[in-house]
């Protein structure tokens, strides 16, 4: 009987001491704060670093969904004779551009008609110079203007990134830029504030840049804008990004027409060869070379001479001309 009693005397106290030391012992030796801290330390940071991914996920749509917005409403702009007009620089209204063109045209043609006497002839000139010829000058005028913007369009950039630096906001770098910089460039953010002071934003102001000068840099432009504006993010370090890209891409046009400038002299030469010989033949043979303009069968070969030329003209202008 006694032994019994010691036995469930012992069984009781083992049960005891094994339900201590399994739910009390973790709390007193610290196994519990151990394994609290373990769990914290594995679950914690993959928590965060999942939080994070999740994060650059929906910036990244973000900024896609920017830049397609963006390219979206530039690739939905028609080219008209009054954007031509602004990208060449010229302070004319479209019906002032088209009573040039028709006075050009006209003079063109009674000039032909009273040389030559020739009908068509006459209203053929009168269309490449009441039509074609205006055209042609205003791209070569916008041309020029363009390739000005794009030297003078990375200095700009460059005072907006240490205005934002040196805690200006991006509207004050802006006016800095329509007061100091040199033409083309102040003109055309001039329009920039003056867009701002009649209600719009930064971001819908640089967006009619584009419009204006229809270049990859304005375009690059103005994406950096739009993204910041909705994104945010360090303004100064992405412009300032753009700006060491506009310049790599400058330097890399320099080295393509150094490396293309053999191609195009030898286009330049077989281009001029044909004029240059018709006129030295003239010169020495004027009998000979009349044939061409007074007689109609030499009026036709002169007409399909020119077109033939002119192609082969456009084909090797293709061929050396490289868009950067």
């Known amino acids: 009987m006694i032994f019994r009693i010691l ?24 196994e519990r704060k151990a394994e609290k801290r373990q769990a914290a330390f594995t679950s914690g940071p993959s928590r965060k670093s999942a939080d994070r991914v999740a994060e650059a996920v929906a910036r990244r749509k973000q900024i896609a969904e920017s830049v397609k917005e963006i390219e979206a409403r ?51 000139v009168t269309l490449v110079g009441g039509a074609g010829l205006p055209i042609w000058v205003l791209k070569f005028l916008a041309k020029r203007r363009l390739k000005r913007f794009v030297e003078l369009f990375p200095d700009a950039i460059d005072v907006i990134v240490r205005g934002v630096k040196a805690g200006l906001p991006l509207g004050d770098c802006l006016h800095i830029i329509s007061a100091e910089v040199a033409e083309p460039v102040r003109t ?77 002299a030898s286009a330049y030469i077989i281009g001029a060869l044909p004029f240059v010989v018709g006129g030295l033949v003239y010169l020495t043979s004027p009998k000979y070379m009349e044939l061409l303009w007074m007689t109609q069968t030499g009026q036709f070969v002169m007409a399909g001479s020119a077109l033939w030329m002119g192609l082969g003209i456009f084909i090797m202008k293709k061929m050396v001309s490289f868009d950067f």
């Open 7 to 30: 036995a469930l005397a012992m069984l009781a106290a083992f049960s005891v001491a094994g339900l201590g030391f399994v739910f009390v012992y973790p709390f007193l030796s610290g």
């Open 74 to 124: 530039s690739s939905r702009k028609r080219v008209t004779i009054d954007n031509m007009l602004t990208r060449a620089g010229l302070n004319l209204s479209t019906p002032q551009f088209l009573i040039f063109a028709a006075l050009a045209g006209l003079v063109f043609g009674t000039s032909t008609y009273i040389l030559d006497r020739n009908v068509y002839m006459a209203l053929a």
């Open 188 to 264: 055309e953010f001039r329009q920039i504030v003056e867009a701002q002071t009649m209600g719009l934003s930064v971001a819908e102001s640089v967006d009619r840049l584009v419009a204006r000068v229809p270049i990859s840099e304005t375009s690059f432009f103005s994406i950096v804008i739009g993204i910041q504006q909705k994104a945010g993010g360090s303004l100064s370090e992405a412009l300032a990004n753009l700006s060491v890209v506009l310049r790599e891409r400058r330097k890399m046009e320099g080295k393509i027409k150094a490396l293309s400038s053999e191609a195009r």
